[in-house]
């Protein structure tokens, strides 16, 4: 039987997260974020030139929203070229692609996810606000855990592994894998630009009983490999990971 040449993308319906501890109250306030154009459109394109029909997914199916932060320039590190591509990706995603609504975690059966070759999970901050208690979405990772099949996250995206934790086994799948996340040193460069407390991905993962594997390398962009699973900790991972996964999907 052949690999369906299908990938799940998951995506947030959150187009803020939670800020805590601001200001003289400390109170938490809604912080604008979304997914991170370069890190869902990097790997997007690679899997689309390589003939994937990919599919994308979120808990209540309403459009995914950019990061502000990065539509930026600074964020391409002055490539206009570059941003362009990437928008004009995500505009073809609208038209083609249901990109605009996309499935509901819920409307997807355990039937339907054996269609699935791999998954793919994005970062910016967005995840933080509803992919890391959904029991929908830890009923459809423990598919891909259990069936050993392709697994890729980036930046604040392995956030959604916790997710394991409330569906599927009702444990966290990737106790004692090595994990790479957008790091709590690098979180703390954004609580001093925000002025405020953000739940950190790598303590979370850590802290469930991951392996995280942190330091220069992965500021740098190195991607971590662990059975299924492919990680890497911020945008610049983005062209490693998209490559590892193709080939992980390709065995």
Not at 9 to 21: G, T
Not at 190 to 195: K, P
Not at 204 to 229: N, P
Request: charged letters at 25%; glycine letters at 10%; a negative charge.
């Amino acid at each position: 039987m052949t690999t369906p040449k299908k990938v799940l993308i998951i995506v947030s319906d959150a187009n803020s997260f939670p800020l805590h501890n601001t200001g003289a109250e400390g109170k938490t306030v809604s912080q604008p974020s979304g997914f991170f154009l370069m890190e869902l459109a990097k790997p997007l394109q690679k899997l689309l030139d390589a003939g994937y029909e990919v599919t994308f997914a979120s808990p209540e199916g309403k459009e995914p929203k950019p990061d502000p932060n990065s539509e930026t320039l600074l964020a391409f590190a002055g490539n206009f070229y570059e941003r362009q591509r990437e928008n004009e990706l995500i505009e073809r995603m609208k038209k083609e692609n249901g990109f605009t609504s996309p499935r509901r975690f819920a409307d997807i059966s355990d039937e339907e996810l054996k269609n699935f070759a791999g998954v793919f999970i994005p970062g910016g901050h967005a995840p933080l606000a509803d992919l890391g208690d959904n029991a929908e979405l830890g009923r459809i990772l423990s598919h891909f855990h259990t069936q050993h099949k392709p697994t890729a996250a980036i930046c604040h995206g392995p956030y959604a592994f916790l997710s394991t934790k409330y569906g599927g086994g009702k444990e966290f799948a990737y106790k004692g894998y090595k994990i790479t996340s957008w790091s709590d040193a690098e979180e703390k460069v954004m609580e001093t630009l925000l002025r405020g407390e953000i739940t950190k991905v790598e303590s979370s993962l850590r802290d469930a009983g991951a392996e995280m594997v942190e330091g220069i390398g992965e500021k740098i962009g190195a991607i971590t490999v662990d059975r299924e699973v492919v990680s890497g900790g911020n945008p610049m991972a983005a062209d490693a990971l998209g490559n590892k996964f193709l080939e992980m999907l390709k065995k």
